[in-house]
């Protein structure tokens, strides 16, 4: 709606999976090396922890888009709350096996595993490394779910099978493997996703604007120091200001999006729109 008033493109701030967007930050820059040392390197299970809005997602999907081909499949699973035998059905099908080989209407575990366990050699063969991703690791109620995991990492002991497992999720996920040190000490590579300071979230900003097509200043130099303090230096919280004020902005017929604004956003979404 408001892209043409501030001559953009496209819109800098929407809550979409683009990677041509990526900003690379100290803290997700050196996210993405070790998330990219953990599969190059054949290091087996990562672990990827920050609080909501930190970008954990969105880093994974830039992950993605840069690993090798060899890297297919990448499969995301972004609803954890299964059984461990919904779970490995789950992951058979995504990685390609066919569903004939899983047996419907049978609902044991271990024959369900070998299949699993079946194509994932079978994409060994191929030369293939697959990356499993599994989001929202830290909304996982049922014990049973890392215990299978961990059952899923001892098919890497062989030769026959090689791909990677990422666990992704809040704080809370190391509480959850806390309780499962069979799983945690194969954690091989650990990525904490940190805020932006006050500096890396004016460069943020700017880095969006710039890709959408925007080559003046849309905010004042001000208005970047209360953006950091509203939203302590959270991506999503940055998105969603940044996008209400250039709508603000575009309504009022502003010049630029100043402090002002900003902080009457804010208050806006504190009263209406829970994180």
Same mark, same amino acid.
């Given at each position: ?106 609902? /044991?575990?271990? &024959?369900? !595993?070998?299949? $699993?366990?079946?194509?994932?050699? @079978? ?6 490394? *697959? ?101 302590? /230096?959270?991506? &999503?919280? !940055?998105?969603? $200001?940044?996008?209400?004020?250039? @709508? ?6 502003? *010049? ?20």
């Amino acid at each position: 709606m408001y892209q043409s008033y501030w001559n953009l493109q496209s819109g800098p701030f929407e809550e979409k999976m683009d990677a041509g967007y990526f900003y690379e930050s100290h803290p997700h820059q050196a996210g993405l090396l070790k998330l990219q040392y953990l599969v190059e390197n054949r290091k087996g299970a990562g672990l990827l922890v920050g609080n909501p809005g930190s970008g954990k997602s969105y880093l994974c999907h830039v992950l993605k888009s840069q690993l090798a081909e060899r890297h297919q499949p990448f499969v995301q699973l972004v609803f954890p709350q299964l059984s461990p035998v919904e779970l490995i059905s789950y992951l058979a099908v995504e990685l390609g096996a066919e569903e004939a080989g899983i047996e419907p209407g049978v609902t /044991g575990k271990d &024959r369900i !595993i070998r299949a $699993l366990h079946r194509q994932l050699q @079978l994409l060994c063969e191929q030369g293939a490394q *697959p990356v499993i991703v599994i989001d929202e690791a830290h909304l996982i109620a049922d014990q049973r779910i890392f215990e299978t995991l961990h059952q899923l990492l001892n098919f890497q002991q062989t030769s026959d099978v090689d791909f990677t497992l990422l666990l992704v999720g809040d704080r809370l996920l190391l509480s959850h493997l806390q309780r499962s040190a069979q799983l945690d000490d194969r954690i091989s590579v650990r990525c904490l996703l940190r805020p932006f300071s006050a500096e890396e979230t004016q460069r943020y900003v700017e880095h969006r604007l710039q890709v959408a097509g925007r080559t003046e200043p849309v905010f004042e130099a001000s208005a970047f120091q209360a953006l950091f303090e509203l939203t302590q /230096g959270n991506p &999503r919280k !940055i998105n969603r $200001l940044c996008d209400l004020g250039l @709508l603000v902005g575009y309504a009022d017929e502003l *010049p630029l999006i100043t402090s002002d604004v900003l902080e009457a956003v804010s208050e806006e979404l504190v009263t209406s729109i829970p994180d």
